[in-house]
């Protein structure tokens, strides 16, 4: 289905041919023409499916047939301010033949930007992005009148749940009118999420794409191996893709992972940078800005890199542990091969998380091949779950080396 269809005004269909943006997805397809017509709507949709312009399209092609009234019309909540930022950035690209206006209201920063978030608030962006957190510590103060909400968009709902969102996102709710537009995004429908819905949403239509599939594009595999053998195992990666590879990708579970496995990195040579929530405000947004222009090669992040982060370009993705959510695999390898184009996704399993693993294939349904790792490394562990018998002797073992009393 063409964009043309849809009806949308000349403005705005000018910034989607100056996008290039000419067919819709199927979550697009299917969810414009239900926002159009004034419905609620709960849509499970993985990101790079292309849910972003799903969401943002018909809301611009409303504002832009109203009449403007400076008051902000729209509120999105996204579960990162990277996130926010991205959506207020496609927003911008979308409406520059229009007069809708966006303003993203997120953390950190200084006193200044808490200011001018304040202003778009009160002057009226048409359409704000915001984290949970930081539009509740404006809604605190009583400058910000919500009456003039048409819509609430929740983006990644389950992931915003599962960072703790719920109270924060009911208390936003309930600022807002009870005639409004409330559209639900989210990867995954847990039981949570429709309790959610349940309280947010009224007569809502939904959607659902398969869920949990990584992109088709995605070339997958994995190797057994040691955490020993890891660092030389990214070095044989990328000896052997070449020079020419511009972006890589390295995953791993928590703050202090992420900085070892740098460290790491830089000392055997291969120059890294690193990417999570420790980090302050501008640091990141300059991180990510050095990674898209390909001032940083190799990028070692948290999973907050992992869910709707647009980058393009990023031939590789390296699970350097396995992540412990079978859902955050899915996007984080989703990082590459972004809408239509190709990439690899590189697991390292270590004997340990061998179940995970296994848990992953299921949520799948496919098999990740395993590769043998290269000549001259020592011998890879078989992809086998530890048997508990093995856990418990080796526990044994360890208690009797350990003394009965202190001495
Ligand atoms: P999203 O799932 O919203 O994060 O979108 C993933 C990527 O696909 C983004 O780079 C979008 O700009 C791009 N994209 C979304 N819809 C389309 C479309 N209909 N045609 C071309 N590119 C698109």
């Given at each position: 289905?063409?964009?043309?269809?849809?009806?949308?005004?000349?403005?705005?269909?000018?910034?989607?041919?100056?996008?290039?943006?000419?067919?819709?997805?199927?979550?697009?397809?299917?969810?414009?023409?239900?926002?159009?017509?004034?419905?609620?709507?709960?849509?499970?949709?993985?990101?790079?499916?292309?849910?972003?312009?799903?969401?943002?399209?018909?809301?611009?092609?409303?504002?832009?047939?109203?009449?403007?009234?400076?008051?902000?019309?729209?509120?999105?909540?996204?579960?990162?301010?990277?996130?926010?930022?991205?959506?207020?950035?496609?927003?911008?690209?979308?409406?520059?033949?229009?007069?809708?206006?966006?303003?993203?209201?997120?953390?950190g920063g200084t006193g200044v930007e808490f200011d001018n978030q304040k202003q778009a608030l009160q002057k009226g962006s048409d359409i704000i992005i915001c984290t949970p957190g930081r539009l509740l510590a404006h809604l605190d103060f009583d400058y910000f009148d919500t009456s003039s909400v048409k819509h609430l968009?929740?983006?990644?709902?389950?992931?915003?749940?599962?960072?703790?969102?719920?109270?924060?996102?009911?208390?936003?709710?309930?600022?807002?009118?009870?005639?409004?537009?409330?559209?639900?995004?989210?990867?995954?429908?847990?039981?949570?999420?429709?309790?959610?819905?349940?309280?947010?949403?009224?007569?809502?239509?939904?959607?659902?794409?398969?869920?949990?599939?990584?992109?088709?594009?995605?070339?997958?595999?994995?190797?057994?191996?040691?955490?020993?053998?890891?660092?030389?195992?990214?070095?044989?990666?990328?000896?052997?893709?070449?020079?020419?590879?511009?972006?890589?990708?390295?995953?791993?579970?928590?703050?202090?992972?992420?900085?070892?496995?740098?460290?790491?990195l830089n000392k055997a040579g291969m120059k890294a940078s690193e990417m999570h929530s420790g980090l302050d405000q501008d640091q990141r947004e300059q991180t990510i800005r050095d990674f898209k222009s390909k001032k940083i090669r190799i990028l070692v992040a948290t999973d907050i890199l992992s869910r709707g982060i647009?980058?393009?370009?990023?031939?590789?993705?390296?699970?350097?542990?396995?992540?412990?959510?079978?859902?955050?695999?899915?996007?984080?390898?989703?990082?590459?091969?972004?809408?239509?184009?190709?990439?690899?996704?590189?697991?390292?399993?270590?004997?340990?998380?061998?179940?995970?693993?296994?848990?992953?294939?299921?949520?799948?349904?496919?098999?990740?091949?395993?590769?043998?790792?290269?000549?001259?490394?020592?011998?890879?562990?078989?992809?086998?779950?530890?048997?508990?018998?093995?856990?418990?002797?080796?526990?044994?073992?360890?208690?009797?080396?350990?003394?009965?009393?202190?001495?």
């Amino acid at each position: 289905m063409k964009f043309t269809e849809f009806n949308f005004g000349n403005e705005l269909q000018e910034g989607l041919d100056m996008m290039g943006f000419e067919k819709a997805t199927p979550i697009q397809e299917q969810a414009i023409p239900i926002i159009q017509n004034n419905k609620d709507l709960i849509a499970c949709a993985q990101t790079g499916t292309g849910k972003t312009a799903a969401f943002v399209l018909p809301i611009l092609d409303i504002l832009t047939k109203e009449t403007q009234n400076n008051k902000v019309n729209t509120i999105i909540i996204a579960p990162t301010r990277e996130l926010a930022k991205q959506i207020d950035m496609q927003i911008e690209g979308f409406s520059y033949f229009t007069n809708a206006s966006s303003y993203p209201i997120y953390g950190g920063g200084t006193g200044v930007e808490f200011d001018n978030q304040k202003q778009a608030l009160q002057k009226g962006s048409d359409i704000i992005i915001c984290t949970p957190g930081r539009l509740l510590a404006h809604l605190d103060f009583d400058y910000f009148d919500t009456s003039s909400v048409k819509h609430l968009i929740l983006d990644e709902a389950d992931r915003m749940l599962d960072m703790g969102f719920y109270d924060d996102i009911m208390k936003i709710s309930n600022t807002l009118p009870k005639n409004r537009q409330t559209l639900l995004f989210s990867a995954t429908m847990p039981p949570k999420i429709r309790e959610l819905a349940n309280k947010l949403l009224k007569n809502p239509e939904s959607i659902s794409l398969a869920i949990s599939k990584p992109a088709e594009g995605i070339t997958q595999s994995a190797y057994m191996c040691h955490d020993s053998q890891k660092v030389n195992l990214v070095r044989e990666i990328l000896r052997a893709k070449g020079r020419d590879l511009s972006h890589v990708l390295i995953f791993a579970s928590s703050i202090k992972s992420v900085r070892e496995i740098k460290t790491t990195l830089n000392k055997a040579g291969m120059k890294a940078s690193e990417m999570h929530s420790g980090l302050d405000q501008d640091q990141r947004e300059q991180t990510i800005r050095d990674f898209k222009s390909k001032k940083i090669r190799i990028l070692v992040a948290t999973d907050i890199l992992s869910r709707g982060i647009d980058i393009k370009g990023i031939e590789i993705v390296i699970n350097y542990e396995v992540p412990h959510d079978e859902e955050d695999y899915v996007h984080r390898i989703g990082r590459t091969a972004r809408a239509d184009r190709t990439g690899e996704a590189i697991t390292f399993i270590n004997p340990k998380q061998v179940k995970n693993f296994k848990d992953i294939e299921k949520l799948i349904e496919k098999e990740v091949p395993k590769l043998e790792l290269p000549k001259g490394f020592s011998k890879a562990p078989e992809y086998k779950i530890l048997s508990k018998n093995k856990k418990n002797k080796k526990w044994r073992n360890f208690k009797k080396q350990k003394p009965t009393s202190p001495k």
